[in-house]
């Protein structure tokens, strides 16, 4: 099946700092979803990506689109404790009709 | 708008029986995906249904079926259950099947 490679697999960050993680993958995608998932809940969509370039903020987050339709980026600025979590990210390609693919998740840790 | 709701939230089954999930989507979203999440294989796509039609399905046996109803209301069935099927078992809404995919909060599934 399709691959999202997502990066990094874990971080532990001090309280107030910024994080940044990506998703790759070898399809261009239409369509960049991230998700943040606590503990035996479902996901939670954070940001949603549609075109090429696209630049998408949501508070302290922002997503990018890469130009080449192939990645996809994340950056949390100021990071707190609740930001706390796994974040996915998940691509819908060209030929994948309306399937998504799903990374394998990034796990933050904020040290307070 | 109230999101999209799953249940059980919880069950326990032994092997070799089967066992049907449930998910209400978000009101006026006609497309329902479900995803198997399990630590080692992260979130895999099982199947997604469209005005009551399966459009789309993942690799999985045939032991996992769904359906939809006129309601948009879906349901997922796992026959003859295996130890390897416990899992968080999520169904996700959108308004169609490439716009922002929403999740419920899963229904937890321990096989015995």
């Known amino acids: 099946g399709q691959q999202l490679n997502q990066s990094p697999q874990s971080m532990f960050i001090q309280e107030g700092e910024d994080v940044s993680m990506n998703c790759t993958s070898s399809?261009?995608?239409?369509?960049w979803l991230w998700y943040k998932q606590d503990p035996g809940e479902g996901p939670v969509l954070l940001i949603a990506?549609?075109?090429?370039?696209e630049l998408t903020s949501n508070g302290r987050l922002t997503a990018q689109f890469g130009i080449t339709r192939k990645d996809s980026f994340l950056n949390i600025s100021a990071s707190i404790p609740s930001d706390v979590g796994i974040y996915f990210c998940?691509?819908?390609?060209?030929?994948?009709?309306?399937?998504?693919?799903f990374g394998t998740g990034t796990s933050l840790t904020v040290i307070p | 708008k109230a999101g999209v709701t799953q249940t059980p939230r919880y069950l326990i089954k032994t092997r070799g029986q089967q066992v049907t999930l449930s998910c209400s989507p978000i009101s006026g979203h006609r497309s329902v995906s479900w995803y198997q999440q399990t630590p080692g294989q992260g979130l895999q796509f099982l199947f997604e249904?469209?005005?009551?039609?399966?459009?789309n399905k993942g690799n999985f046996p045939g032991r996992f079926s769904g359906r939809q109803f006129s309601n948009s209301r879906s349901e997922m069935n796992v026959s003859t259950l295996e130890l390897g099927d416990s899992a968080l078992y999520l169904c996700?809404?959108?308004?169609?099947?490439?716009?922002?995919?929403?999740f419920g909060p899963g229904t937890r599934l321990t096989v015995t």
């Open positions: 996700a809404s959108s308004w169609d099947g490439d716009y922002e995919q929403y």
């Open positions: 399809s261009i995608f239409n369509t």
């Open positions: 998940a691509g819908q390609f060209v030929s994948s009709g309306n399937q998504f693919y």
């Open positions: 249904y469209f005005s009551e039609t399966q459009r």
């Open positions: 990506l549609y075109k090429a370039g």
